[in-house]
């Protein structure tokens, strides 16, 4: 017996590919989450990244070699932690199946709590680079950064892994119009590299009054593009077109 084929989406309709479909726009917001986090984790705490793990591999390989004064332990805390946080991810991604809108909502709700574990630590304790208060604050941020990486994997939409944008931006470069490509995509791709700069840059000057206060930013935004997600998407069994 023949599969029935999946209908196409009428004509008009929003697809994910769109920067106003809501899915696309809630990983937008995330990824300028992205850059608060890794403000915190780099500039805050000391010279590791929560979100960015190619980043990370790099700076553990100059902390090996002793160059610059770089951390060791600080990259293979946060490492451990993302990986953990990817498998538990994947875990609830088999779990939860192909409901997409759910997926998110709950990966979500899940990265919101830690970050805002986080903060309430962050703001409780003196938190220092190097020593077992600034490895826990890096460990739990990766955490949750390795929850939504494995969602956003499985959701697969495309330029937008919400951590990452070397791939972001050669697609914005390699199909621009000025190469002979279509352009296809650029807005979505352009508005990924700016969020994401958006985000460094506004974690980097509320730095400046307290990390606290860039955790909480982070909390309040993930949970806000939770909740704005789940009001305004509709139910969808299908993977993302």
Known sequence: MSATPMSSPPPGALTVTSVRHPLTRALLLLTLTTGLVDAASYLGIGHVFSANMTGNIVLLGFGIAR???LPVV??????????????????????????????????????????LLAAVLAAAIHVRAGTFSGDLIIGLLAFGM???NATVRTLAVPDLTTTVLTLTLTGLAAESPLFGGSGRGSARRGAAVVAM?????????LLKTS???????????????????????????????
Do not use: K, N, Q
């Open 67 to 69: 160059a610059g004064g």
């Open 74 to 115: 600080a990259p293979l805390v946060s490492l451990g932690a993302f990986l953990i946080g990817a498998g538990t991810g994947g875990r609830l991604a088999a779990g939860i199946g192909a409901r997409r809108r759910r997926h998110l909502l709950v990966a979500s709700v899940a990265e919101t709590g830690v970050v």
């Open 146 to 148: 390795g929850i939504r």
């Open 197 to 205: 700069l958006a985000g460094a840059l506004i974690g980097a000057l």
């Open 211 to 241: 990390l606290f206060l860039v955790l909480i930013a982070a909390t309040v935004l993930v949970g806000a593009t939770t909740l704005a997600y789940a009001r305004l998407a509709e139910e969808d069994s299908t993977s993302p077109r």
